[in-house]
């Protein structure tokens, strides 16, 4: 029989989809599941887009050029404008999701054996995509205490070596919320250009931003505008996860012309999917105002929640839609999948990520979870009522 690939064999199981089959199960037991384990808003998809998709008279549906619709590019360019990012349409490549975009960067930029840096707990499928290109991932732990804050630098030095070539963040960050102030994008500008590193910085969560602190992209960072490797996504901040839409934006024009390769290898982007996303580029203020206020409430009702039930505790997300909350248990992938088989209250449980998975280091994150809070607060509110009753019970628990 043939062997599977040593490739293969290292990709981590997926914090946030392992435990779906056990969702399923209790799901065909009649139970309802609450989905705060995955960042899958529940908001609507801007109409324009949907009427874009309904209006398609196509005869054909073609193929896109590789880096996508020009068209498309050019209204990006007007759009990152709105934030003080100084593009053109050419420094915009189009990728099937954002996961298409930080896989092709890691596969154009890392050779097999490179070293990438990441302060954790960071997105899970940021490991996966490294052992795919076979790069290896080594990373800085944050401290829920301190609120998830960067790392000091001393500590991200200490891991460079002659393989390291670059530095991973995400900002504002999923798992954590955090969001990276002006000196901590300095310190890590500083660093990037001391050893003339890549910066991949992915910031799809730019327009969820809750604090008043502004928001400070990879490409205001002086003096390293060719080191930066910047995706997005359409996928959060419209409601458009399958559309399967995301970017790589990059003023590096050798970094550019690799890219394409492997654009051109799997041919094209969604053809629909970008019709859709082009679309919601003409989403209204007022469209974009309700989704932030709704995440504004959203978040102060469940981290006020969260914190009022004995021995939990989560720090006030600056941004995103995502909570790492530490609860008072043994062992989070236990627990997590515990509430999936074992537990239920008013005939529904509690679907969370265990947050094992967003670190690469053994035992961190054993008493965290990650909760995406993209339900409606009555559906939140149930949820924390499911959560607070099965703490009471739950075996593990430790105090």
């Not at 593009?87 to 960067?105: H, K, Q, R």
């Not at 602190?213 to 910047?230: D, M, R, T």
């Not at 941004?319 to 627990?335: E, H, N, T």
């Amino acid at each position: 029989m043939p062997t599977i690939s040593t490739r293969g064999e290292q990709l981590p199981a997926s914090a946030i989809r392992k435990l779906v089959p056990h969702a399923d199960r209790a799901k065909a037991k009649g139970i309802k599941v609450y989905h705060l384990n995955i960042g899958q808003p529940d908001l609507p998809t801007p109409e324009v887009a949907l009427e874009a998709i309904r209006n398609i008279d196509r005869k054909i549906l073609e193929y896109s050029p590789s880096d996508g619709f020009l068209s498309y590019r050019e209204k990006l360019v007007k759009y990152y404008a709105k934030f003080n990012i100084e593009v053109t349409s050419d420094e915009i490549i189009i990728t099937t999701g954002g996961s298409e975009g930080v896989l092709f960067a890691f596969l154009a930029c890392l050779n097999p054996g490179d070293e990438i840096i990441v302060p954790e707990p960071a997105y899970a499928n940021y490991m996966a995509f490294a052992i795919s290109a076979g790069a290896v991932i080594r990373t800085v732990p944050s401290s829920i205490d301190e609120g998830f804050a960067l790392p000091p630098m001393e500590k991200f030095e200490a891991l460079i070596n002659e393989r390291t070539k670059g530095i991973m963040i995400c900002n504002p960050n999923n798992p954590t919320g955090y969001l990276y102030t002006r000196k901590e994008m300095n310190q890590i500008r500083d660093l990037v250009k001391k050893y003339d590193l890549y910066l991949f910085s992915d910031e799809v969560y730019r327009e969820f931003i809750y604090t008043g602190s502004p928001y400070i992209s990879a490409f205001h960072l002086q003096g390293i505008e060719k080191n930066v490797v910047l995706i997005d996504s359409v996928s959060k901040r419209y409601s458009e996860c399958g559309i399967r839409i995301g970017a790589i934006i990059t003023k590096n024009e050798a970094l550019r012309k690799t890219l394409m390769k492997f654009c051109q290898a799997r041919l094209s982007p969604p053809l629909i999917g970008q019709i859709a996303a082009e679309a919601s580029l003409d989403a209204s203020d007022e469209y974009m105002l309700d989704v932030y206020d709704e995440y504004v409430a959203r978040r102060k009702f469940l981290i006020d929640s969260l914190n009022r039930i004995p021995g939990v505790y989560s720090p006030m997300p600056m941004g995103a839609f995502y909570s790492m909350v530490r609860l008072p248990i043994d062992d989070s992938d236990k627990f997590c999948q515990w509430m999936l088989e074992e537990f239920q209250y008013n005939g529904a449980t509690v679907f969370m990520a265990p947050a094992s998975g967003f670190y690469s280091e053994p035992g961190l994150g054993q008493n965290e979870v990650r909760m995406a809070y993209v339900l409606n607060i009555d559906d939140l509110r149930k949820a924390i009522e499911c959560l607070e009753e099965a703490l009471k019970v739950y075996p593990g628990r430790t105090i």
